[in-house]
């Protein structure tokens, strides 16, 4: 009864706080967005499952979808996209949650199992709503699960960069997550985040070690950094 699905969830920043004819333009612009990164990466919008939630969604894409196209060209297309939407009277900024595992689509009113819960979780993370905060010129935040990052971050050319993530713990609804926080075009590790953000040593999930930039430095990308790379690529 389940099946292995990519999915993310998206949702708009300080929506609540608009009048209705400014939400309708939220949600006109978040839409327009997440299709334009659709096709631009060749994820075709028409394929997706899609649960409409007012100033977000829950997307799952169609079965052998790859990640990596999803954390890579599709966070790049939905990136340069939303730029090019700020306005002097409108500015949108959207929180995404990655992530994938074997989800159940027969469900009566959404998608049962652990694995769809935690892309929600993940999206309303304080850490990531603390990053945005602390980078006022973005206006995408990414946040994957470290399953993706294990499996997908840095294993292949085409893949993002490791040393481009931020790991942080999640603490949402009570359920403890760790998530790694990416802010296209900008240095997430100089953000000066809170000290809640940070991996707290009770929780346990082995280091992962990457190379940084090809120089043959191994460092663990687990808090507060002090060796910022220029991303500029």
Same mark, same amino acid.
């Given at each position: 009864?389940?099946?292995?699905?990519?999915?993310?969830?998206?949702?708009?920043?300080?929506?609540?706080?608009?009048?209705?004819?400014?939400?309708?333009?939220?949600?006109?612009?978040? +839409?327009?967005?997440? *299709?334009?990164?659709?096709?631009?990466?060749?994820?075709?919008?028409?394929?997706?499952?899609?649960?409409?939630?007012?100033?977000?969604?829950?997307?799952?894409?169609?079965?052998?979808?790859?990640?990596?196209?999803?954390?890579?060209?599709? #966070?790049?297309?939905?990136?340069?996209?939303?730029?090019?939407?700020?306005?002097?009277?409108?500015?949108?900024?959207?929180?995404?949650?990655?992530?994938?595992?074997?989800?159940?689509? *027969?469900?009566?009113?959404?998608?049962?199992?652990?694995?769809? #819960?935690?892309?929600?979780?993940?999206?309303?993370?304080?850490?990531?709503?603390?990053?945005?905060?602390?980078?006022?010129?973005?206006?995408?935040? +990414?946040?994957?699960?470290?399953?993706?990052?294990?499996?997908?971050?840095?294993?292949?050319?085409?893949?993002?960069?490791?040393?481009?993530?931020?790991?942080?713990?999640?603490?949402? %609804? %009570?359920?403890?997550? !760790?998530?790694?926080?990416?802010?296209?075009?900008?240095? &997430?590790?100089?953000?000066?985040?809170?000290?809640?953000?940070?991996?707290?040593?009770?929780?346990?999930?082995?280091?992962? #070690?990457?190379? !940084?930039?090809?120089?043959?430095?191994? &460092?663990?990308?687990? =808090?507060?950094?002090?060796?910022?790379?220029?991303? =500029?690529?």
């Amino acid at each position: 009864m389940e099946e292995h699905r990519t999915m993310f969830v998206a949702d708009v920043e300080d929506y609540s706080s608009r009048n209705g004819h400014n939400q309708a333009k939220l949600q006109a612009a978040l +839409v327009g967005a997440l *299709d334009y990164a659709g096709r631009a990466a060749n994820l075709d919008p028409l394929d997706w499952d899609r649960q409409k939630q007012g100033d977000g969604q829950f997307v799952v894409f169609p079965p052998k979808t790859d990640p990596v196209i999803v954390i890579g060209p599709f #966070v790049k297309a939905l990136a340069k996209f939303l730029r090019k939407q700020q306005t002097a009277t409108l500015r949108i900024r959207v929180r995404l949650a990655i992530h994938e595992g074997p989800i159940r689509l *027969d469900g009566a009113n959404g998608y049962p199992g652990d694995h769809a #819960v935690q892309p929600a979780r993940l999206v309303s993370a304080q850490p990531l709503r603390d990053a945005l905060a602390a980078c006022p010129e973005a206006c995408l935040g +990414v946040i994957v699960s470290d399953r993706v990052f294990a499996d997908y971050i840095g294993q292949r050319p085409n893949s993002p960069r490791r040393d481009r993530f931020r790991r942080v713990d999640v603490e949402e %609804k %009570k359920q403890r997550y !760790v998530g790694y926080i990416h802010i296209p075009g900008h240095n &997430v590790h100089a953000l000066d985040l809170p000290p809640a953000a940070l991996v707290r040593p009770d929780v346990k999930h082995p280091a992962p #070690v990457v190379n !940084v930039s090809g120089t043959g430095a191994n &460092v663990a990308m687990y =808090g507060p950094q002090t060796n910022h790379q220029t991303f =500029g690529r």
